[in-house]
């Protein structure tokens, strides 16, 4: 007899002043239930593992699809990065060249005008050694003609 058998027959005899001994029939129902218990104990325990195993099977999943979408939102993310900084630098691009074109349109412009007044200065600096040189005529030929 096991010491739970004999923990119950105190019990009893200690509650309802009953004794039983080992051979007693209705010791069958204890030994009944115990056998039921441990055998839902069991069972349970196989579910609890089916069920720990599909759990993490279900995690392993989920954790493959967060990081698939994880990696789906980052490379969007990146994509619409790079597409917003490839704009910015074709602005960027774009304003450059027109404020250098516009610098260089603007020197050219001054360059031309130093140019007109350099080749007017020039046209007065020929028409006053041409007259010059007709008074050097003049005065030369009334000095030495006379």
Known sequence: ??????????????????????????????????FMLDESREKQQELLDELKSELQSSLMQWDFTAKDKADRILNAALKANREAMEQVLKSAASQTTDLVRQAVTDEL???????????????????????????AAVAFVTTFWN
């Open 109 to 135: 412009n001054k360059c031309r005008a130093e140019s007109r007044n350099a080749k007017r200065l020039v046209i007065w600096n020929v028409f006053a050694s041409v007259i010059t040189l007709t008074a």
């Open 1 to 34: 007899m096991d010491e739970k058998t004999e923990e119950l027959i105190a019990l009893i005899a200690k509650e309802h002043g009953v004794v039983l001994d080992a051979t007693d029939p209705i010791l069958v129902v204890p030994t009944m239930l115990r």
